[in-house]
C-alpha cells in the first residue's frame, strides 16, 4: 500500500515545474492566487484572513464567499512550517501542504474501506483507484492550494464519521464526530452545506423501518454537538456578525439549516412511524423549505451551474457535455476509465441502499457515494466529489466474490479488480505532456507582464482594469486594486465582472474620466503570436478596447509603461501584453 501512495503522491508532485516561475513559486490556478493572497497576509498579521477585500470589486470592495476557516487553517499551517523552514520560500512551503493531504486523504479512503467490511485486498484496489486518478493528482498538486484537496478530506471525514455512528448507533461518541464533522466541513466550503441530505436521508430510512429508536440518546449528542461547533465556527464570520441568510456566505443560512436538521433528526430518533409523526415530520419540513427555499433555490443554481458568466468556463460543464462535445477522451483520461461504468456503479450503490436489511455504515458509504457521483456528473468542478464512488464504490461492488472465512477473491472478482486497475493506467500520459506555467497556458503565455505590473503598482499604486478572469492574478502580483476579480457568486461580484466586460466593449474614448477612475488598464492575448490584433477583433476574440490598446499608436488619454513581446517567424517582436495608464485620470 506504501508503494501505490508513493506513485499517487508522485503524480502530484509533477505539477512542480508549473509552480517554479522566474525567481518565486507560483500557484495552479487563478484561484491558488487569491487563497495564497488570503493566507499569506493573514499568517503576517494574524491567522485569522480579513474577509472584506477593499482592492477587489473597487470601489465598494467586496465581502469573499469563502469561508474564514480554510485560509485560517493554511495560514496557521504555513505560520508552523515557516517556524521549522525559515530561510525557504513562503509560497513553496505552501505549495507543497496539497501534496501532503494527498497522504492524509488515501489514508481516509483506506479507513472507509476497511469501515465497508473490505478485505485488504480490496482495500488495496479502492487505494489504487484513488492514488492513479489524474484528477486525484490535480486536486492534490503542487501550488494548487484552491480549497478542493480540503474539500477532499472534508467529504471523506464526514463520510467516515456518519459510517462509525451508523454502524454503533448507540454511541454517544460517534453521534458527536459526526456533528463535529458535518459543521467543520461548511467552515472549509459553504457548499458542503449538501452532506446534510445523505444524513437526513439515511435516517429518513432508518425511521421508516422503525428502527430510530436505536439513535434514540446519540442523536440528542450528535444535535447538540453539531450546533455548539455549527456556531462556534459562525462567530468570526464577518457574514454571520452582519446578520446575513445566504448560502453563499458562511452566514445565518448555514446555522438555521443545522437547526432545521437537528430538529428533524431528533424528532425521528424520538419518534415511530404514524399518521400523526409523519404529518408532524411534513409540517417540520414545510416550515424549513418557507424559511429557506429562496436560498435553496439559488443554491440549485450554483449547483447546476446555471449562474451569469458561467457559460464557457470548463469546471462548470458537465461530464456528459464533456463526453459528447468532442473532449471524451481526455475527459475519459481525467476520471479514468472507470467514468464510464459510472451507471452501473450508481445502480448497484442505490440497489444496495434499497435492499440491505440494516441501514449501517455500508449503506451510509453507498449513499454519500451516490450523492458525489451526481454531483460530479453535473460539473467538472465537483470533480472530487466522485473520488469515494469511483474508488471505494467501485472496490465495494467487488464484495459479491469475496470468500468470508479467508477475504480472498473469486476468480471472477481477481479479474475485474485487474481490469478496473489497468483501466487507471492510460491516464498516466497525462503527466507526460508539457504542463503551462500555474496551469493556464494564457498565463504562462504573458506571465511577464505581471512582473512588470508589480513594479508599476510598487511605484505608483492605482486602480487596474483587467479581464474579470484574470483578476486574481492582478491582485496577487501587484498593490493595485481591481474592478473584478474570478469571483462571481454573489450579486456584487456579478455586477463588477459584467462592468469590466462592458468596459472593454466600449472605445477607448469613453474610459478617462469614467467612474470609477481607472489608472491603468492591463490587456493581453497570447494569439496575437500568430494573428493581428484587427484579424482577432474581427473573430471576436479581442475587445474594441484592447484592440485599441494594441494598435502601434495609443489613442489620446493613454500611455504605454510595460508591454511582453514575443519573436514571429520573420524575426520582428510583437507585444502579446500591456500595461497602458490612463493619463487623464492623474
Request: hydrophobic fraction near 50%; aromatic fraction near 12%; charged fraction near 15%.
Amino acid at each position: 500500500m506504501a508503494v501505490v501512495l508513493a506513485t499517487g503522491l508522485f503524480g502530484s508532485l509533477t505539477f512542480l515545474p508549473s509552480v517554479q516561475l522566474i525567481g518565486e513559486y507560483g500557484f495552479l490556478g487563478a484561484d491558488s492566487f487569491y487563497h495564497a493572497l488570503r493566507i499569506m497576509g493573514a499568517t503576517d498579521s494574524g491567522w485569522v484572513p480579513r474577509e472584506f477585500d477593499t482592492q477587489s470589486y473597487v470601489p465598494t470592495g467586496h465581502l469573499v464567499a469563502w469561508p474564514w476557516l480554510y485560509d485560517s487553517l493554511m495560514s496557521l499551517v504555513l505560520g508552523l512550517l515557516r517556524i521549522a523552514m525559515p530561510t525557504q520560500d513562503p509560497a513553496m512551503l505552501l505549495g507543497a501542504v496539497p501534496p501532503a493531504f494527498f497522504l492524509l486523504n488515501g489514508a481516509l479512503i483506506l479507513l472507509i474501506s476497511k469501515q465497508a467490511g473490505l478485505a485488504p485486498s480490496l482495500r488495496l484496489l479502492a487505494l489504487l483507484l484513488f492514488c492513479w486518478s489524474p484528477n486525484v493528482h490535480f486536486v492534490h498538486g503542487f501550488g494548487h492550494i484552491d480549497h478542493h484537496f480540503a474539500e477532499t478530506t472534508s467529504v471523506l471525514c464526514v463520510t467516515l464519521a456518519t459510517m462509525r455512528w451508523f454502524d454503533s448507533p448507540d454511541s454517544n461518541l460517534q453521534g458527536i464526530l459526526c456533528g463535529v464533522a458535518l459543521s467543520v466541513s461548511q467552515g472549509i466550503a459553504t457548499s458542503l452545506i449538501v452532506l446534510f441530505a445523505p444524513v437526513l436521508l439515511l435516517f429518513g430510512v432508518v425511521w421508516c423501518r422503525g428502527r430510530s429508536g436505536d439513535f434514540a440518546q446519540s442523536a440528542r449528542y450528535f444535535a447538540a454537538s453539531m450546533l455548539v461547533t455549527q456556531t462556534l465556527l459562525l462567530l468570526p464570520s464577518q457574514a454571520f456578525l452582519e446578520l446575513k441568510f445566504a448560502y453563499y456566505w458562511f452566514s445565518w443560512f448555514h446555522l438555521a439549516a443545522s437547526i432545521i436538521v437537528a430538529v428533524l433528526v431528533g424528532a425521528m430518533a424520538a419518534s415511530k412511524p404514524s399518521p400523526r409523526t409523519i404529518q408532524g415530520l411534513t409540517l417540520l419540513a414545510c416550515l424549513a423549505l418557507l424559511l429557506s427555499g429562496t436560498q435553496i433555490m439559488k443554491g440549485m443554481t450554483y449547483l447546476s451551474g446555471d449562474l451569469p458568466l458561467y457559460e464557457g468556463i470548463l469546471e462548470v460543464e458537465s461530464v456528459y457535455a464533456s463526453l459528447t462535445g468532442g473532449s471524451f477522451w481526455i475527459t475519459v483520461a481525467r476520471y479514468t476509465p472507470l467514468l464510464l461504468l459510472t451507471p452501473w456503479i450508481g445502480f448497484q450503490l442505490s440497489k444496495a441502499l434499497a435492499t440491505e436489511p440494516r441501514v449501517d455504515g455500508r449503506a451510509a458509504m453507498a449513499c454519500f457515494a451516490l450523492l458525489g457521483l451526481a454531483l460530479a456528473m453535473a460539473q467538472y468542478r465537483f470533480n472530487y466529489f466522485a473520488y469515494l464512488g469511483l474508488s471505494v464504490g467501485a472496490a465495494w461492488m467487488l464484495l459479491r466474490y469475496q470468500v468470508a472465512e479467508t477475504g480472498k477473491l473469486r476468480w471472477p472478482g481477481t479479474l475485474l479488480a485487474l481490469s478496473f486497475a489497468l483501466a487507471c493506467i492510460p491516464g498516466w500520459r497525462l503527466h507526460a505532456t508539457a504542463k503551462p506555467l500555474a496551469g493556464s497556458v494564457e498565463f504562462s503565455s504573458v506571465y511577464p507582464i505581471y512582473l512588470s505590473l508589480r513594479q508599476v503598482c510598487a511605484d505608483r499604486p492605482g486602480t487596474v482594469l483587467a479581464r474579470w478572469d484574470h483578476g486574481h492574478y492582478a491582485r496577487y502580483f501587484s498593490r493595485c486594486g481591481v474592478l473584478a476579480n474570478n469571483m462571481v457568486v454573489t450579486p456584487v461580484q456579478t455586477r463588477g465582472a459584467l462592468q469590466v466586460m462592458d468596459r472593454f466593449r466600449k472605445p477607448a474614448a469613453a474610459l478617462p474620466g469614467s467612474e470609477p477612475r481607472i489608472s491603468y488598464v492591463l490587456v493581453h492575448n497570447s494569439r496575437l503570436a500568430s494573428s493581428s490584433a484587427t484579424e482577432l477583433l474581427e473573430e471576436g476574440v479581442l475587445e474594441p478596447l484592447e484592440a485599441e490598446l494594441f494598435s502601434d499608436r495609443l489613442p489620446e488619454g493613454f500611455s504605454l509603461v510595460a508591454e511582453h513581446r514575443v519573436p514571429l517567424r520573420d524575426g520582428s517582436l510583437r507585444p502579446i501584453a500591456r500595461i497602458v495608464e490612463v493619463s487623464r485620470n492623474n
